[in-house]
């Protein structure tokens, strides 16, 4: 079983930058992709950005492209969320998650297999 930690998330104000760090435990993931999500309160679930996991290709969403960038650390076993020029609408829990099989592009949430627990950001204007 592969289990997902989130680590990284706090209070900052607007303009000001935060990494997210997801560490995989458990056996060793040798799946096709990785993936953050965010929501926010009252919201549905919105993807953030995907990475794969051999390649390194990236894929993110409008919102927060140019703003954010996913990385990986296959020696540490850990995905990254580097989020620059934070905004209110930022706001939301943040969850890492992780997709086995091999799927192009931009995956909706049920195609991931496992999941973190979250991590809160909250940005103030």
């Known amino acids: 079983q592969v289990q997902l930690v989130e680590s990284g998330g706090g209070s900052v104000q607007a303009g000001d930058s935060l990494r997210l760090s997801c560490a995989i435990s458990?056996?060793?993931?040798?799946?096709?992709?990785m993936g953050w999500f965010r929501q926010a309160p009252g919201k549905e679930l919105e993807f953030v950005a995907r990475?794969?996991?051999?390649?390194?290709?990236?894929y993110y969403a409008d919102s927060v492209k140019g703003r954010f960038i996913i990385s990986r650390d296959k020696d540490k076993n850990t995905m990254y969320l580097q989020m620059n020029t934070l905004n209110p609408e930022d706001t939301a829990i943040y969850y890492c998650?992780?997709?086995?099989?091999?799927?192009?592009?931009?995956?909706?949430?049920?195609?991931?297999?496992?999941w973190g627990q979250g991590t809160q950001v909250t940005v103030s204007s």
């Open positions: 458990g056996r060793t993931f040798n799946g096709y992709a």
């Open positions: 998650a992780a997709d086995e099989d091999i799927r192009y592009g931009v995956r909706p949430p049920t195609d991931y297999d496992y």
């Open positions: 990475i794969v996991r051999v390649s390194g290709r990236t």
